[in-house]
């Protein structure tokens, strides 16, 4: 297709319109319900074995069933923040999950000073949904 058969277009920000949304259609998800209500999650016990003993040992640890061994391994080892054995070290996929949807939201929420200055959150303890967030 030769570029002088595309269609131009123009973005512009609607004035006065301060609740314009975007328009995505929901797919995977049911209104009024929290997404990881359809997920069976278990207990289990992260462990990256080493030479001497344990490289890696987490306890309790939430994880959806059918997610394997070595990914609550590899997950709760690299991806899960707080120090290890201390009350603000996560220990579910879900507390995981809200901080990393917390914190690309963050990105897009704007104030009048422009977007948001950090993307970094303490460990949620509820499991908020994309459309209750609010801003950190």
Known sequence: MAMSELKRTENSV???????????????TTAGSDPFDTVEMETRTALIPGKDG?????????????????AT????????????????????????????????????????SGPAKSSSHAPSTTYPHVASRSSP
């Open 73 to 112: 391994n590899i997950v709760a080892q690299k991806y899960f923040r707080g120090k290890l054995n201390s009350p603000e070290r996560e220990h579910s996929v879900r507390q995981m999950i809200g901080r990393v949807a917390d914190s690309d939201a963050s990105v897009l929420i704007t104030e009048e």
């Open 54 to 70: 344990p490289s890696f040992e987490q306890r309790d640890v939430e994880f959806p069933k059918f997610w394997s061994q070595t």
């Open 14 to 28: 609607l004035e006065g319109k301060e609740d314009v949304r975007i328009g995505v259609p929901r797919h995977f």
